[in-house]
């Protein structure tokens, strides 16, 4: 976390926009109280496509078929 002052920001302005790109939290100060923060946003999480995952799941042809280890349940 760095901290600095609203008049030190308009010289040093693009080094505080990198120091955000590169991950760091930037708090802007005036009269010694915090009062902006400058924090790069997290990347959107792409939507989920309709049939994104086809041809991945399948069932085997004896989904149906009841289990040996059930055929006492089952009656």
Do not use: C, H
Not at 21 to 43: C, H, M, S, Y
């Amino acid at each position: 976390m760095r901290q600095i002052d609203i008049e030190q920001v308009k010289i040093q302005w693009e080094g505080l926009f990198q120091a955000a790109l590169n991950g760091d939290e930037v708090i802007i100060t005036q009269n010694n109280q915090p009062i902006l923060k400058l924090v790069r946003l997290a990347p959107s999480k792409k939507r989920r496509q309709s049939g994104s995952a086809k041809g991945l799941i399948f069932m085997t042809p004896d989904f149906n078929k009841p289990l040996a280890d059930f055929s006492e349940y089952m009656g």
